[in-house]
């Protein structure tokens, strides 16, 4: 698991991680968001123990990254930004070399890099040297590189960058397969739909500060209001005979259909069916508008720019 | 232990791996080793019957051995190319940050580094020197004794070492592959300096000033290594992009340290000056004691050595010498030529010249510098003891009063430049390189205006116009 408090990094005079709080059990994924620069590569290396925290402090699979950075490196599988592949060696050789760094038996290395090569489909190019790799099968080695010693925690930068759609479902699936199995996984990532498809906890940073944290839907709830549904009818529909629960707030109406804001769906949603059941008017459908994590993502920097320039 | 090393050898594997499958490294390797022996054999062989005309059997004789210092040495030149980028190279392809996230420690990594860097070259060196030698055995030349043989596969040992591990304090430095080659040049010139003084002491043919050479050119490389292990940190690795000389950070950093918030030159002399000699009172008393020892290894040199000289002296020059001794010191001309500014100013430079060569071999070559200053005493002292002089008058009255300023003056000095070297190479947790270097400037420069100038000022007045008195009355 992943617990960090107030964990700041100073560069000089510059603040490149302010204060950030996590807390990832075993068995969940946390997404870290922002632009470029923002602090995500500099906290992902301070849980990593490449970096000294200049305040506060973090604990990677148990250990103090500030006192214990070598268990920590030992408990952690590392995606970096930059593949970081020795071009004239195999795959088969860097894997291989990596499990020995990671003190693996000679018989568990041979086993952990035939699996990660099958299942990541390079079996076949295991022995071409690494050089002569396409840019996916790059990331894909790092990949199996990050899990060759199938570490506890994993740290994983833009795990899917650079993957055709084949490939990165495959990475999606083996991620949500290591979490299934009780890992503890931090993304950094621009793909938005990908994170939203995996992660259980997303955390917007903002120049070195952590600016939202919660789950998907906390997250939806909390930037872009309650959500929103929309009632279609097949026919033309009868408004007057519509009672609305109190905390239900009609956005829009046409002839056929109507859009409301629903502070508590769990208690409202069944209201307004009911109430619907007893106009004359037949429902063909009852659908949550659709709000990505790119509308939440986008109104949160919105915002954050928009008070900087106030200030 | 074998467990421990294990990764060093993982790191070193690897890397020579991926050396052995780079034309770049193999083609000059081949060259050096199996065409450069060949010219140098055809130069040795051109040299030598020119010399024969001459009878110059002496230039003949160590010939040979200076051709095995060269040919040992160009292929080890390769060892500069592999360490500079050893680890800035791997920043630059991106490959360093998934090795600074294994569980790897410093040392580990660095001698894994430091290990490739040198065993190439190496290899490559004894190779060259062993196909040079078969060469000779076949034709007329004179075989180096088997002494010369080991002197001379010790120094290209000590060589590749020297540069590697120079090469790496760099790498880690710096933040491209360009920033280190640039810097190469600090590696170049000295060693091309060393080398030159080195084939003077082959053509000499004095075995124990090679041993020395030797010798020293190993403990500057152990130094370097532990400075290279002392400030490698893996966040300076990944952390600076650019390289640039902030000379407002670098003045603000020694004047921080150099007032160290003081705002009276009574508080900074109380608290500032005051607690960068509690620092150095370890090296003080250390230099206290080297002191001693000094002036012991100066006065059994004399007794050892000069002995002879007297011997081979004739009486009369001996009682000349004894008679220029004993006469009155001409105060006039004293005055003239040792006049207080000139003794200031001559052991200023004295103090300024140790801490120069301290800053330049982490303390040794300055320590060296003081104990000859102070072996000069128990020299001296010697001296007049087989002139069947007394010495104690002339010491007491010709050093005692001056000496009580300016010795511990030499001490103190002496001291901040062995505080700094030390400083350098011990690792200092959260602070970079550049910032150990500059404290410890500044500690150095407040000891040398707060202590050691005031001290040599009163010496100099002492010596000047006091100790010339003395002496004449001694004397009498």
């Known amino acids: 698991m992943i617990e960090t408090h107030d964990l700041s990094k100073q560069f000089h005079d510059f603040m490149a991680v302010d204060g950030v709080n996590l807390n990832v059990q075993a068995g969940q994924i946390l997404a870290l968001l922002g632009q470029n620069g923002a602090g995500k590569t500099t906290t992902v290396r301070m849980l990593t123990s490449l970096l000294y925290p200049s305040r506060g402090w973090a604990r990677v699979a148990g250990y103090d990254v500030a006192k214990n950075g070598h268990d920590v490196r030992a408990s952690v599988g590392v995606l970096t930004e930059q593949h970081g592949l020795y071009m004239r060696m195999t795959a088969i050789e860097y894997l291989d070399f990596f499990g020995q760094v990671y003190s693996l038996s000679a018989s568990a290395r041979k086993l952990r890099s035939d699996h990660l090569l099958e299942y990541f489909g390079l079996t076949e190019s295991a022995h071409r040297r690494i050089g002569e790799y396409s840019k996916g099968m790059r990331q894909k080695l790092a990949l199996a590189r990050a899990m060759m010693h199938d570490p506890g925690v994993l740290l994983l930068d833009e795990p899917t960058s650079a993957m055709d759609p084949e490939s990165a479902r495959l990475v999606r699936d083996e991620i949500a397969r290591l979490k299934s199995s009780q890992r503890t996984i931090v993304i950094c990532s621009h793909n938005l739909t990908e994170v939203e498809s995996l992660a259980d906890q997303i955390a917007i940073i903002y120049r070195g500060r952590i600016l939202l944290q919660g789950t998907m839907e906390e997250l939806k709830r909390d930037v872009l209001g309650p959500p929103e549904y929309e009632i279609q009818f097949t026919d033309a529909w009868d408004a007057s005979r519509l009672e609305l629960p109190k905390d239900v707030e009609m956005l829009s109406r046409t002839a056929t259909s109507f859009k409301v804001r629903v502070k508590r769906p769990q208690e409202s949603n069944p209201q307004i069916l009911k109430s619907l059941s007893k106009t004359s008017a037949s429902v063909m459908a009852f659908q949550e508008e659709p709000r990505t994590l790119e509308q939440v993502y986008l109104k949160v920097m919105t915002d954050a720019k928009g008070r900087e320039n106030v200030h | 232990m074998f467990t421990k090393l294990k990764p060093v050898w993982l790191v070193a594997g690897r890397e020579l791996k991926d050396q052995f499958r780079d034309w770049r490294v193999l083609t000059p390797m081949a060259i050096l080793i199996f065409c450069f022996p060949i010219l140098m054999n055809?130069?040795?062989?051109?040299?030598?019957?020119?010399?024969?005309?001459?009878?110059?059997?002496?230039?003949?004789?160590?010939?040979?051995?200076?051709?095995?210092?060269?040919?040992?040495?160009?292929?080890?030149?390769?060892?500069?190319?592999?360490?500079?980028?050893?680890?800035?190279?791997?920043?630059?392809?991106?490959?360093?940050?998934?090795?600074?996230?294994?569980?790897?420690?410093?040392?580990?990594?660095?001698?894994?580094?430091?290990?490739?860097?040198?065993?190439?070259?190496?290899?490559?060196?004894?190779?060259?020197?062993?196909?040079?030698?078969?060469?000779?055995?076949?034709?007329?030349?004179?075989?180096?004794?088997?002494?010369?043989?080991?002197?001379?596969?010790?120094?290209?040992?000590?060589?590749?070492?020297?540069?590697?591990?120079?090469?790496?304090?760099?790498?880690?430095?710096?933040?491209?592959?360009?920033?280190?080659?640039?810097?190469?040049?600090?590696?170049?010139?000295?060693?091309?300096?060393?080398?030159?003084?080195?084939?003077?002491?082959?053509?000499?043919?004095?075995?124990?000033?090679?041993?020395?050479?030797?010798?020293?050119?190993?403990?500057?490389?152990?130094?370097?290594?532990?400075?290279?292990?002392?400030?490698?940190?893996?966040?300076?690795?990944?952390?600076?992009?650019?390289?640039?000389?902030?000379?407002?950070?670098?003045?603000?950093?020694?004047?921080?340290?150099?007032?160290?918030?003081?705002?009276?030159?009574?508080?900074?002399?109380?608290?500032?000056?005051?607690?960068?000699?509690?620092?150095?009172?370890?090296?003080?008393?250390?230099?206290?004691?080297?002191?001693?020892?000094?002036?012991?290894?100066?006065?059994?040199?004399?007794?050892?050595?000069?002995?002879?000289?007297?011997?081979?002296?004739?009486?009369?020059?001996?009682?000349?010498?004894?008679?220029?001794?004993?006469?009155?010191?001409?105060?006039?001309?004293?005055?003239?030529?040792?006049?207080?500014?000139?003794?200031?100013?001559?052991?200023?430079?004295?103090?300024?010249?140790?801490?120069?060569?301290?800053?330049?071999?982490?303390?040794?070559?300055?320590?060296?510098?003081?104990?000859?200053?102070?072996?000069?005493?128990?020299?001296?002292?010697?001296?007049?003891?087989?002139?069947?002089?007394?010495?104690?008058?002339?010491?007491?009255?010709?050093?005692?009063?001056?000496?009580?300023?300016?010795?511990?003056?030499?001490?103190?000095?002496?001291?901040?430049?062995?505080?700094?070297?030390?400083?350098?190479?011990?690792?200092?947790?959260?602070?970079?390189m550049g910032e150990v270097i500059l404290e410890s400037l500044a500690d150095w420069t407040k000891v040398f205006l707060g202590i050691v100038v005031p001290l040599l000022a009163i010496a100099a007045v002492i010596e000047a116009y006091l100790t010339p008195l003395l002496l004449a009355w001694v004397l009498k």
């Open chain 2, 42 to 432: 055809e130069f040795a062989k051109q040299t030598v019957n020119f010399l024969n005309q001459y009878n110059a059997n002496l230039i003949l004789e160590r010939l040979v051995p200076f051709s095995i210092m060269i040919i040992g040495f160009f292929p080890i030149t390769i060892s500069l190319v592999v360490a500079l980028e050893s680890f800035v190279g791997e920043k630059e392809r991106g490959t360093i940050e998934p090795m600074l996230s294994a569980p790897l420690d410093n040392w580990q990594l660095y001698f894994g580094k430091l290990l490739v860097g040198v065993i190439t070259p190496l290899i490559a060196s004894y190779l060259s020197i062993a196909f040079y030698l078969v060469m000779i055995t076949r034709q007329d030349l004179v075989m180096p004794s088997f002494i010369t043989l080991v002197q001379l596969i010790l120094l290209t040992t000590a060589h590749a070492t020297l540069m590697v591990s120079a090469a790496i304090v760099i790498s880690v430095q710096s933040t491209t592959v360009k920033a280190a080659n640039l810097l190469a040049s600090f590696i170049v010139i000295p060693v091309a300096i060393l080398m030159q003084g080195e084939a003077v002491m082959l053509f000499w043919g004095n075995d124990q000033v090679l041993w020395l050479a030797i010798s020293g050119v190993m403990i500057i490389s152990l130094l370097l290594i532990r400075v290279g292990i002392a400030h490698f940190q893996r966040e300076y690795l990944l952390g600076r992009e650019i390289d640039t000389i902030n000379v407002g950070w670098l003045w603000r950093t020694f004047w921080k340290n150099f007032i160290g918030g003081a705002n009276s030159l009574e508080a900074w002399y109380v608290h500032s000056l005051g607690s960068a000699l509690r620092r150095i009172v370890p090296a003080i008393l250390f230099l206290a004691v080297v002191a001693v020892v000094s002036v012991w290894l100066g006065h059994a040199w004399v007794m050892q050595n000069i002995p002879q000289v007297i011997a081979k002296s004739s009486p009369e020059d001996i009682q000349k010498l004894t008679a220029g001794v004993r006469e009155m010191p001409n105060l006039t001309n004293l005055e003239a030529k040792l006049n207080a500014p000139f003794l200031f100013m001559n052991n200023t430079r004295a103090v300024a010249i140790i801490f120069l060569a301290g800053l330049f071999s982490f303390s040794v070559l300055g320590v060296l510098l003081y104990m000859v200053n102070i072996a000069l005493m128990g020299g001296l002292f010697g001296v007049l003891q087989l002139l069947g002089i007394s010495p104690w008058p002339l010491f007491l009255a010709g050093v005692v009063p001056h000496g009580v300023f300016e010795i511990p003056a030499l001490m103190i000095g002496s001291a901040a430049m062995l505080y700094m070297g030390v400083v350098i190479v011990t690792p200092q947790t959260g602070k970079s």
